[in-house]
């Protein structure tokens, strides 16, 4: 979708998503969930979002998927870390968008949830990236997503920041590796351009003159 179209619609559904980000925020909230140093939980959905706003023309296919995609970020840990199951989601999706819409934006939200686990290895294990690489939308909002814990990280000074930044940094390879399909359909598609922004953040200077042609972000 052209950048100019894609930038209409969300304009023109303007209300609507304002409305979605209003409910993801009091969600989270109700739970008492924070993000980073005692941030609302909401600052990262924002985050998240941003990516979509910014990058969403790449993949977006139509014009009925907007409302969708927008959904699928504002409500991606919705399950995992707020409570509610996919019902439920897909209760309040129901809300806001047409059935096949609810239905797309449900499937979103649980492809991003993780499976249960001891470990970061564990919960985001093969089943799950074969769920992220196998729906609709999944692997760009997993990469904004990405995209938002790694610009966070790598813009904090603390010791927990400087030790995301480098298992983000560890990390990347099999990340866009996993979620990424391959595919010609641009509803599955991992843009460059985000892939480039991470690295922005992750790669210093130094670094980045050090890579050759090979290096991650020139892979995917």
Known sequence: ???????????QYAPQIETIRQSAHALHASVNQTYGDEL??????????????EFGYEVCA?????????????????????????NDVMHIAHKY????QALMATEIVYALTNDKGRTRAERAGDKY????????????VKLCDRLANITYSC?????????????????VPHFLAAINPHSDDPRFQVPQDVVYRMAECLIDDLEREEQNQTAWWNEY
């Open 129 to 140: 990236y074969q769920g992220i690489r196998e729906t609709p939308y999944a692997p760009f």
């Open 62 to 86: 139509c014009e009925h998927d907007v409302l969708p995609l927008f959904f699928g970020g504002y409500y991606h840990d919705s399950i995992e870390d707020a409570r509610l199951t996919y």
């Open 40 to 53: 609302p939980y909401g600052y990262h959905l924002d985050m998240v979002v941003k990516g979509i706003r």
């Open 155 to 171: 813009a904090g000074t603390n010791p927990h920041n400087k030790r995301m930044k480098e298992v983000y940094k560890s990390e």
């Open 97 to 100: 968008l047409d059935a096949e």
């Open 1 to 11: 979708m052209e950048q100019e179209t894609f930038n209409k619609y969300v304009e």
